[in-house]
């Protein structure tokens, strides 16, 4: 964070290069006094930034502390919701949600759970549009728009 008096440690995350398990990130800090500004969510998009950069899939390191957890599932709600919302009615499905975003499918599927947008139906997982969730998710985001980074303004290659 930028001030007048200089620049403050906001946080941190460790990424993950070699993961079997395609974790993406193993550890990652909001510093308390910074807790509840959207930093947090700041850093877990760009941890997925990294990975689309890599063209690779990725989730954090399990398990996920409490608050772990709570951000990470809001993150991957709001960016579900997001993609969602912008099909407008049209069919998606995870593999490209996943691809679009590099979040593991598994986590994906988790999340759409957890909002009860999902069904395991003929031995396929189906979208359940919930119009009302996705409505409200639109004026929250129009009202409080989510805060990421430019992709073009990384200047990083992976290894």
């Keep these: 964070e930028w001030t007048d008096t200089g620049a403050h440690l906001i946080g941190y995350f460790s990424k993950e290069k070699e993961s079997f398990l395609n974790y993406n990130v193993s550890c990652i800090l909001t510093m308390p006094h910074q807790q509840r500004k959207g930093y947090g969510s700041l850093m877990i998009d760009f941890s997925y930034l990294l990975s689309r950069k890599e063209n690779k899939i990725g989730s954090p390191e399990k398990p996920l502390s409490d ?93």
């Design 67 to 159: 608050l772990g957890l709570l951000s990470y599932r809001e993150y991957w709600k709001d960016v579900c919701l997001d993609i969602i919302s912008s099909h407008k009615g049209k069919t998606i499905s995870i593999k490209k949600i996943s691809d679009d975003t590099s979040i593991n499918p598994y986590d994906i599927i988790s999340t759409l759970q957890s909002l009860n947008m999902i069904k395991y139906w003929r031995g396929k997982h189906v979208l359940l549009p919930q119009p009302e969730l996705i409505e409200a998710h639109r004026k929250r985001r129009s009202q409080y728009p989510r805060v990421v980074i430019d992709p073009r303004a990384l200047r990083w290659a992976p290894p």
